[in-house]
């Protein structure tokens, strides 16, 4: 087994533990002296790990909106005057629900695309392969710490920002590119526009790694991509309010997603008691980041659902726990309906079964006083009688998988709007049609 | 096969040394050119420090470091 960083990924685990400890301690006295808002939040005093859990309290991402609606744009929440910053980032904010705003020192981004790095190495990536970035190279985080990572480890990269797919497509058969950092929804378009231009991934490509982050996919959906590019999907992912890479997927257990520990503690608490949850329980992932120097993090509730395991169910010698499946999903992406908890990897899940369907939308109206899913799926050689046939079929699908039968309907090929960033496949429209 | 996973000590003292010789520089450097290689590298430095669990007390910061210089 190969490590980027052999002293820190195979350390022993007491060792570790006590590494973390100091590193948390000095994280604390940092955040009280010179931020206001952690000024105000942590209390003195805290001498060991239970005691931190106990007296600190989570940190919500209102919280951290509300310090920054106060003193745009930051708030009072940074530990060094943002004059340090190297750089810029937020969260994609949508109307009514601002965006959370961050600034990273200059050791704070080395730091970010170290952890890519990590995650990257163990994937396989080495100097010399050549890598391509699909993303949008704007103000969301997103893959920038990858770009900067692949640099950092001497590979070519191509930053493949704004271009259309059929492009990229093109750039990835033309320079056989080896590695690829994308997005499962868009990893999905390329198949769609490889199939449209009659080229074939996995023959004509030659993709080796694939990084696809970001957002939570169904396995059905990691599948349908390894077999269309020929290519090992790792999952792996990071957010903007701690910065860096938190965990990837070993290569030597699949599902497997180890937490970079020495950078990160995570605790996993139950959704509703928010009292900490054993090995192999789901619960929510709450963030304290011990590295950043900008921007601090602790016990940041995520609401990302999770089942953390012990690194000895590996065997890959890494030290570091990992979370089994990564995100499973959004705790506020739930919805309830009719009594039934519905999750967009839920319906993804039950659309991607149909080969016909090359992209969808879901939406949950209020139907005559009644809760109930609409799916519009565009199927392009679906005509006549075999229109109906298939939109019943789907719905009987999602009556035996979900329990819920929807109203379906077909729509033209290519009238959905499709992302290079974060699917939002689940419309809750119930509150529109109420007000 | 695993590859090599840690510093000798001597790689580690030196790598130390080094860190500390270029923030000697940075605190009198008035090269733009000179103080932003050296920022950059001081950076990198500490990100593999800190890696390899080399305890440095300070929050790194060079003087001059984003207040322009
Ligand atoms: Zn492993």
Redesign the pocket.
Known sequence: MEYWNGRAETMPREELERWQWRRLRRALDHARENSPFWAERIPDGITSMAAYTEKVPLLYKADLLASQRAAPPYGTWPSLDPAYGVRHHQTSGTSGNPPVRTFDTERDWKWISDTFCTALY?NGVRSQHKALVAFGYGLFAGFWGMHYALERMGCTVVPAGGLDSKTVVRLLVDYQIEVLGLTPSYAMRLIETAAEMGVDLARDANVKVMLAGAEPRSDFTTRTIEQAFGARVFNAAGTTEFGAVFMFE????RG?C?INEPTVIEEVLHPETKEPVGYGEEGVRVTTGLYREGMQLFRHWTEDIVVKRP?TD?????T?D?LDGGILRRYDDMRKIRGVSVTPVMIEDVLRGFTEVSEFRSSIRTVRGLDTIHVQAEASDITGEAAPELCARIAEEFKREIGIRPQVELVLAGSLPRTKWKAARLHDERQLAHA | MTNDSSLTPEQRDRLLESYRTLVDLAGTCRVPAVFAALRGALAELRVALDGQGVELDDYYRPVGAGAGN
């Open positions: 163990a070993c290569p030597t257990r497997a180890h690194y590996c065997g890959c010698g890494r570091w990992f």
